[in-house]
């Protein structure tokens, strides 16, 4: 399988006299069409490198390294180096984001339909009568009641877990080839986090998308990926499949890190005992 994504080296740095490196020598890739979970402590770099790739880190920070995205026909682009013009083409179109506040990516002042409308027409050259049943298709994909009355709603006129189906819907307008999420559901009320995750994990199956999945919630990273990375203090420490990075953690962090996730626990076969590791104590 061919690289969807390669990441060399990755620094991010404050600019300025001390240049301080926020994220530190990271190098990691994602073949076509797989999905990889990013975990680690808060502060620990994940979202600033979701950001480099997007190209949208601006000051007080720059990146070092190279960041190489396929653009599906042959060719990369490199978003550590590419000129801001070059990306405006590339974000959407090959690598979409959602992250955790619905509001990052959506305009408080534009309809939803019209906000859809933009990429379907931009990227996917639909015009007329064409375009406005495409927006109401994306509405419908992310499962939001009523397409018509969204398309016509601001989005301040829709619940906290329908905007984040909207910013869903919006990402994937242009049928990028990598979905971006961080935190895609911590912000949103339980009741409706595991419907949004469901129908991010349907849009990115049906798609064949390729993912990067950033989140603090083991059994939700361990039922979407295929690898885990694993960030501390803005390194890599660790990385691996999704299944030995969770089970037989080849670090003191990560174990950690791991044994604190008690949740997780259900979705494991159960360790022989006394053959665990930490655990995040307590009684049963
Ligand atoms: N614009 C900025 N200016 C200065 N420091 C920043 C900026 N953005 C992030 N940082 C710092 O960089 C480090 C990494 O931040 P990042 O947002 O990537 O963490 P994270 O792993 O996503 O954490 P969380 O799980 O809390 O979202 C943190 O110490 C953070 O305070
Ligand atoms: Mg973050």
């Not at 990691?28 to 994940?46: H, M």
């Not at 064409?130 to 829709?158: G, N």
């Not at 409706?192 to 995750?197: K, P, R, S, Y």
């Not at 694993?230 to 990385?239: L, Q």
Request: glycine share 10%; net charge negative.
């Amino acid at each position: 399988m061919s690289a969807m994504l390669e990441i060399e080296n990755l620094s991010v740095h404050l600019d300025g006299p001390d240049g301080r490196r926020l994220v530190d020598d990271v190098s990691f890739d994602l073949a076509d069409g797989q999905r990889l979970g990013v975990i680690g402590e808060s502060g620990s770099g994940k979202s600033l490198t979701a950001l480099a790739v997007l190209g949208l880190l601006g000051h007080p920070l720059s990146a070092s390294g190279s960041i190489r995205l396929s653009l599906g026909d042959g060719d990369t682009v490199d978003t550590v180096s590419a000129p801001g013009r070059r990306l405006d083409g590339v974000r959407g179109r090959t690598v979409g984001a959602v992250f955790q506040e619905p509001l990052a990516s959506l305009d408080p002042l534009m309809r939803i339909g019209a906000q859809l409308a933009w990429p379907l027409r931009r990227h996917r050259g639909f015009r007329a009568d064409a375009l406005r049943r495409a927006v109401l298709d994306a509405l419908a994909e992310v499962q939001l009641p009523e397409p018509e009355r969204i398309a016509r709603s601001l989005i301040h006129e829709v619940s906290g877990g329908q905007r984040q189906r909207v910013a869903i819907a919006l990402a994937l307008a242009a049928e990028p080839r990598l979905l971006i999420a961080d935190e895609p559901t911590t912000a949103l009320d339980v009741t409706v986090q595991a419907g949004v995750l469901e129908l991010l994990q349907a849009a990115v199956e049906n798609r064949g998308m390729s993912l990067v999945f950033i989140s603090h919630d083991l059994p939700v990273v361990a039922g979407i990926a295929d690898r885990v990375v694993v960030m501390r203090g803005g390194r890599v420490v660790e990385i691996g499949d999704t299944r030995r990075i969770l089970t037989a953690p080849r670090e003191e962090y990560t174990r950690t890190l791991v044994g604190a996730s008690r949740a997780l626990d259900d979705l494991l076969p159960a360790r022989p005992a006394g053959s665990d590791g930490p655990t995040s104590g307590g009684t049963e």
